[in-house]
């Protein structure tokens, strides 16, 4: 069982920045996908961004596209959400989640592991 620890969060003035990082407990990340969703309150999980294996391909959500930046360093076996120009909208709980894929997937069901969620509030 793979489980993911993130760490980052908090609260944040618009316009401010934030990062997450995501580091597998007692495992490396192997050669498998990460992404990174978020959730609201009664709403659904939605997608935010995701990087391939090697970590040159990224996707990201068109909501956050140019603000925010997904990496991974796999020496490190962390991957990265550095989160800039945050807006109140951005407020949800973030999950770091893994594929059993090498390629970028979008959809909550490709993906087979999950951190616990990580709070971020953007204040306006």
């Known amino acids: 069982q793979v489980q993911l620890a993130e760490s980052g969060g908090g609260l944040v003035q618009a316009g401010g920045s934030l990062r997450h990082s995501c580091a597998p407990s007692?495992?490396?990340?192997?050669?498998?996908?990460m992404g990174w969703f978020r959730q609201e309150p009664g709403q659904e999980r939605e997608f935010v961004a995701a990087?391939?294996?090697?970590?040159?391909?990224?996707y990201y959500a068109d909501s956050v596209k140019g603000r925010f930046t997904i990496s991974r360093d796999n020496a490190k076996n962390t991957v990265y959400l550095q989160m800039n120009r945050l807006k109140p909208e951005d407020t949800a709980v973030y999950y770091c989640?893994?594929?059993?894929?090498?390629?970028?997937?979008?959809?909550?069901?490709?993906?087979?592991?999950w951190g616990q969620g990580t709070q971020v509030t953007v204040s306006s």
């Open positions: 007692g495992r490396t990340f192997g050669r498998y996908a």
């Open positions: 989640a893994r594929t059993n894929g090498l390629i970028i997937a979008t959809m909550v069901n490709q993906y087979t592991y």
């Open positions: 990087v391939d294996w090697t970590g040159s391909e990224t």
